[in-house]
């Protein structure tokens, strides 16, 4: 199974909608083995985004990430890097497809509502700045008869 790190920015926890957000990643079949809510350090980020450092948007990204809580997950299925992609839509929410989460809550490239790893290879990177490696859950859906 492959991992991919979703976050929801500080726009899409401000406009309240990172519960529509989670559960439209669970309609499409992703299990969340990781979520929490942080406010991140501009050294985090940094080191998070660090692929656009010498990028012009890179100082403006940083600020607004770190301008407001966001939630972080670790989502899990066969492909998951590129099926979050396809839910979460092109970076621009005026040229994503009418039903993915950046054209619904989306405002601009930079107010896009969600973060999604662009690589598995990035997933993992990504994953292992925000998680301790305790904090992601293994376990069966099949383990839910128990509980009921």
């Not at 490239?109 to 700045?129: G, P, T």
Request: proline share 3%.
């Amino acid at each position: 199974m492959e991992k991919t790190c979703v976050i929801i920015k500080p726009d899409g926890v401000c406009k309240k909608v990172s519960g529509e957000i989670i559960s439209k990643l669970y309609s499409q079949g992703l299990k969340l083995i990781a979520l929490k809510m942080i406010v991140p350090s501009r050294k985090t980020m940094e080191e998070f985004y660090g692929v656009h450092k010498d990028k012009d948007f890179f100082k403006p990204l940083i600020d607004f990430i770190c301008s407001a809580p966001l939630i972080a997950m670790v989502w899990e299925d066969e492909n998951a890097v590129a099926k979050v992609r396809s839910i979460a839509g092109a970076t621009n929410p005026k040229e994503a497809s009418a039903e993915t989460l950046r054209r619904i809550f989306g405002t601009n490239n930079r107010k896009n509502a969600v973060h999604a790893s662009d690589s598995a290879e990035n997933a993992l990177k990504e994953i292992s700045i925000l998680f301790k490696s305790e904090e992601i859950a293994q376990y069966d859906y099949s383990d839910w008869e128990k509980f009921n």
